[in-house]
């Protein structure tokens, strides 16, 4: 789940009282590249009797494709980690600069000033900063729309190469006694064969577990990508990848995992702890 450290609409004390009025007992923040949200979330669970675990979901490239890995951090982030995500926050400034160079150049004017206010605060510009200023701009009638015609995949605000290798973060992950997750892997729009080539790519980096489940997601697609979990020993999560309430996701909403032998990451010997 997201809070407002990063895109998110929640602060992590709102977040976590949406959690606990919707019955969640243990749940994992993983905002986009950073950790800032972790401290006040995990205070105010504790306040309430529930467990946060530490995480963060974290923007890497394989094969020029943007792949989205979850830390989930039952020590919390040192080391490697740490100055990782420090690399990645400058990574995002730079990147905004340069989406909105080019946001300019289809007439949005100040475009960085103006995602700068939609944001609200000084934490890491995303994509979605600049499509709410699009839309505030009348240049595009909703959220979707600016998506699909500036800043998804392949379009001219999206920016990606600023992103750190896939493995090199899985290092990083590893360094601080983290699991790594991969994030929502039927999103990235991969053949059945690629999807393969990225979770042996993955595991062979020290990856251990993929979400089974990401939001809501169609049955059929879940029972494959379980199999191909199940034949690489990979472990399985679930995310609600929640962002904000009113919309059809709420925490600990998601579609029901098909059946399958995968194990739960929440196993995780290393998860024993938070898990209990
Ligand atoms: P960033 O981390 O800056 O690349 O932004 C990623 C975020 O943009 C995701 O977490 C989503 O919330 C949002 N996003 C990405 N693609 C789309 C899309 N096609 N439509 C709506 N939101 C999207
Ligand atoms: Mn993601």
């Known amino acids: ?31 986009h590249d950073t950790v800032a949200g972790v401290t006040e979330a995990q205070r105010h669970a504790e306040s309430l009797g529930m467990r946060c675990l530490a995480g963060s979901e974290l ?50 004017e100040d475009a960085l000033a103006r995602a700068r206010e939609q944001a609200g605060s000084e934490r890491p510009l995303g994509r979605p900063d600049f499509a709410k200023a699009l839309v505030a ?71 251990e577990a993929a979400e089974l489940i990401s939001g809501h997601q169609n049955a059929d697609v879940g029972r494959d990508l379980a199999r191909q979990l199940e034949a690489r020993d990979l472990m399985g999560s679930q995310g609600s990848d929640f962002h904000y309430p009113g919309g059809p996701l709420a925490p600990g909403v998601m579609s029901a995992p098909p059946r399958c032998s995968v194990t739960p990451v929440w196993r995780h010997p290393r998860l024993a702890r938070f898990a209990a």
Not at 78 to 85: D, I, T, Y
């Open 59 to 108: 923007s890497t490239l394989w094969r020029g494709i943007g792949i989205h890995v979850v830390a989930l951090l039952p020590e919390g982030a040192s080391g490697a980690l740490l100055s990782g995500l420090e690399a990645q926050a400058r990574a995002r400034d730079a990147r905004a600069e340069e989406i909105a160079r080019r946001l300019e150049k289809i007439g949005l």
């Open 137 to 207: 701009a009348g240049l595009v009638p909703d959220m979707p729309t600016a998506f699909k015609k500036y800043l998804g995949a392949g379009k001219p605000g999206d920016v990606k190469t600023h992103w750190p290798y896939l493995s090199e973060v899985v290092e990083w992950i590893r360094d601080s006694q983290g699991i790594a997750v991969l994030a929502h892997p039927l999103r990235y729009r991969l053949t059945h064969r690629k999807r393969g080539q990225l979770l042996d790519a993955f595991r062979e980096a020290g990856g």
């Open 1 to 31: 789940m997201h809070s407002t450290a990063s895109d998110g609409a929640l602060s992590p004390q709102a977040l976590t009282d949406v959690c606990h009025a919707k019955g969640v007992t243990r749940f994992s923040l993983t905002d």
